[in-house]
């Protein structure tokens, strides 16, 4: 029996709720708009998330048959938990670690929480300020100048869509025994996609992939997966940090959407997929006759590998920027996109738009193109270099000598927070790093340009530092 039948049918049976959740269930009193009566806790008979040996347990096996993978776990506090439990079950107190500077927080704070030595790879950011993926002879090079290295931390594909050559850093790092890890938040849906399959971080050798199902594919936000496969990784020291980091009182309601989802994949999904790529594909084509406005798609050269279901509108070119263009969309048009950033915004797709949705996007978009007028903007120069690291992360955190100064009297200091700019929301200073005169020239350049610069205590531009002279 599906857990979905499994939870209508319980609630049904006029089983009296002498336990939690606090609402009992009773949707007479409390209504129909949330689903009160799914919402149970591990009740007899409903199987354990942390100990699956039941119905939760044909869940992971179906994500394990789907996704191929070696092992599956079910996450419901997204892709983060998945994420600092991967890191912590793959390393030991004090490694070091090989990650992309472009990584999510999560993995900053695994880096924290672990007090791990990071070594990190360099952004390639263009002149729109998209990251352009990890480079295999960066990973080659760092490997051999670090060969204490014990974990490779990548984020792929990018929210932009920039996929990385996966299964060639992977070939690197297994040379030498070192397991890979790649946040594939983005990605849950890539193996569906008939030019994007093999791209797939699973299908790539990694050793540990972790999905966010509700970026990309029908589940509810917070469902996620975390896949393992190989032997660098251990499965029951993954399962023991997912009983550190997710919740120990997991929604059945949400897994129930995980469930909802595979289903749906399995028995609709060629076709869905067919006719999401036809979507796409006619949208592409259409775009091509933009005046002003570009797709970034469209602009990318063959040897990019692009998750094209993110649709990222240029308007670098234009008298307009990303944020005035996704104001408009959503005044004028009622189109609400995922982000925006200076030179473009990025509207997220997937098999639930339905052939009028990308209409209407289009539709939109033309009308206004056809408003604008080309300009030269000037580029936004990105930092291109890693600043000099003094300590650590934990130990610069956990420093009691950080105070506050202005950003312009810090140079030479060692920060005890992140700085960065959206875009591209990289890092480009991280606790226990070096704050020079370069990067607080930088920064006032930012200002000036109008961009937002933004502090983990959110005092720019006061920053936290430690005097290190």
Not at 320 to 344: F, H, N
Not at 355 to 360: A, G
Not at 433 to 454: N, P, W
Request: aromatic share 10%.
């Amino acid at each position: 029996m599906k857990l979905d039948d499994k939870l209508k049918n319980y609630s049904l049976d006029g089983y009296l709720p002498m336990h939690m959740p606090g609402h009992k269930r009773n949707v007479e009193f409390l209504g129909h708009e949330l689903p009160y009566d799914k919402d149970i806790t591990e009740i007899y008979d409903f199987d354990d998330l942390h100990h699956p040996e039941g119905i939760l347990k044909e869940i992971g096996n179906q994500a394990k048959r789907i996704y191929q993978s070696g092992h599956s776990f079910l996450l419901v506090n997204g892709s983060t938990c998945g994420i600092l439990a991967g890191i912590r079950s793959a390393v030991s107190f004090g490694d070091q670690v090989l990650v992309a500077r472009g990584c999510h927080k999560s993995v900053y704070h695994a880096i924290e929480l672990n007090h791990l030595d990071a070594v990190y790879l360099p952004s390639h950011i263009d002149s729109y300020g998209i990251d352009r993926g990890i480079l295999v002879e960066d990973v080659v090079d760092a490997l051999n100048e670090n060969p204490d290295i014990r974990l490779v931390i990548l984020t792929s594909p990018t929210y932009e869509g920039i996929i990385s050559p996966i299964s060639d850093i992977v070939r690197v790092a297994h040379e030498r025994g070192v397991p890979v890890l790649v946040d594939e938040a983005h990605g849950a849906h890539l193996s569906f996609m008939r030019q994007l399959c093999s791209y797939e971080a699973l299908k790539s050798g990694a050793d540990i992939v972790v999905q966010s199902l509700h970026k990309t594919l029908p589940a509810l936000t917070q469902t996620a997966l975390l896949h393992i496969q190989g032997d660098l990784v251990k499965q029951e020291e993954v399962a023991r940090e997912l009983s550190v980091f997710e919740t120990s009182s997991p929604s059945y309601i949400l897994m129930d959407s995980i469930s909802c989802c595979f289903d749906l994949i399995e028995e609709k999904g060629k076709d869905l997929f067919s006719q999401y790529e036809e979507n796409l594909a006619w949208f592409y084509e259409q775009a091509k006759y933009f005046h002003h406005l570009e797709v970034f798609g469209s602009k990318i050269d063959s040897s990019v590998v692009y998750d094209y279901g993110k649709i990222v509108i240029l308007t670098k070119n234009t008298n307009l920027s990303g944020e005035d263009l996704s104001r408009i969309l959503r005044e004028k048009y009622k189109i609400e996109v995922e982000m925006s950033s200076i030179y473009y915004v990025i509207a997220m797709s997937s098999i639930c738009d339905t052939k009028e949705s990308f209409e209407r996007l289009f539709s939109a978009l033309q009308e206004f193109d056809s408003t604008l007028c080309d300009c030269e903007n000037k580029s936004i120069d990105y930092f291109s270099s890693l600043p000099r690291k003094k300590m650590n992360i934990a130990e610069a955190v956990d420093s009691k000598r950080g105070v506050f100064y202005n950003i312009k009297d810090v140079d030479g200091f060692i920060s005890q927070e992140y700085l960065w700019v959206y875009p591209p929301g990289i890092p480009f200073v991280v606790p226990g790093e070096v704050i020079d005169q370069k990067i607080i020239h930088q920064l006032e350049e930012y200002q000036k340009a109008g961009i937002e610069v933004r502090s983990t205590y959110d005092k720019f531009p006061d920053v936290k530092v430690i005097n290190n002279k």
